[in-house]
């Protein structure tokens, strides 16, 4: 009986009931076609063996496949459903071979603590890998620690519709691991459209805010890596998202004294270096749509509210100062300005006295100026720092 029953089990891991990863190898015809997988999934990516004009229609939306740097061939993003299916619809121009690779990453739920008790300036309530990698393979170990000064914002690009965020990053796990080959996933934290925040890449021992990860153009040195799980091409990150986003770049950069307004050299020690911000998008690096045409534009309102909070913190925010053909004191002088206006990183407000410009306090930005006309303007004007 035990014989049996282990031919049986050897039987079932054979076909992959198991596994957290199938790839089925589809020829498709030429205009629509179904593309039929060996089990049912709510998470898969599509490979083409040439570059053809391919869609796949996933819940009434359609998704192509893209050069990715790290495949020769053409692949789609991480695509994920509501419900599970094992039919596809697929569009090809030409007669054509896919792979496609599901992921089963579903998972028993998982707890998440709220923020009520956290504290100014710390880090944010966190779901540890050991909760939500629980049951997939380890990742390979001796991971790089290395000291960081800017924090990449990404989107995963992934459907709005998924609501099982454990089962996402899990999913998004499998896709670094096992399509793209990475030893871990690629990100150091993941944030939920809900605000919770996920632990990425794991430190195992070693800080995890400080491993290099695999998210940055291939200039991973010196970056930390934090992904918007969801597509924010065209929907903004929800208010959850970018308070948890607004609290744990607070936390990094108090932690290893960053300032948010600076920019440094990436990479370091690089002929090639440019200049990047502290807090910058993946696009900043090469090009992508990453992280998101209704994220990128927010940047430098997550800079604000991180110096914000920064503040709250007691901690000592520099600026530095915008280039512009006005000083303060031509703008005050200037016959079209009525007044100019400085704003503090608490969105306090005064106006900027040229005759006694030392009542101006630490930290403030001197660039909003009223036009005769009553409406308001940025120009940008040197501004004063403490």
Known sequence: MMRFLSMILLVILAHGLFAQTTVDTVSIKVGWDTIRISYPTRAFSVMSN????????????????????????????????????????????????????????????????????????????????ILWREGLNDPKPNPESHTVNHVIIHHSATSNSATNYVEA????????????????????????????LFAGRDGQGLADDNIKGAHFCGKNTGTMGVCLVGDYTDIEPSAAMLKTLQELLAWKLKKDNIQPYMEYEHPANDPEAKQLPTIAGHRDGCSTEC?????????????????????????????????????????????????????????????????????????????????QDGTATTIKASTIIR
């Open 50 to 129: 040439e570059v053809t004009e391919l869609s796949i229609m996933v819940e009434g939306k359609s998704t192509s496949l893209h050069k990715n740097p790290h495949f020769e061939k053409p692949i789609s993003q991480l695509i994920f459903l509501t419900e599970e299916t094992s039919e596809l619809p697929i569009y090809s121009a030409k007669p054509t071979v896919v792979y496609v690779e599901s992921y089963r990453g579903q998972s028993t739920s998982v707890s998440t603590m709220n923020s009520a008790n956290k504290k100014d300036c710390e880090l944010p309530p966190i779901t540890k890998q």
């Open 169 to 196: 990053v899990r999913n998004i796990y499998l896709y670094h691991t096992g399509q793209n080959g990475w030893d871990d996933i690629g990100y150091n934290y993941l944030i939920a459209p809900d605000g919770t």
């Open 291 to 371: 992280p998101g045409e209704m994220t990128y534009p927010l940047l430098q309102q997550i800079r604000d509210s991180t110096a914000q909070e920064l503040i709250r913190c007691g901690f000592a925010v520099s600026v530095q100062e915008f280039e512009s053909e006005f000083t303060l004191i031509e703008l005050q002088n200037h016959p079209e300005v009525r007044q100019i206006m400085c704003v503090d990183m608490l969105g306090r407000t005064e106006p900027f006295d040229a005759e006694n410009p030392t009542r101006i306090a630490p930290n403030i930005i001197c660039y909003q100026v009223f036009w």
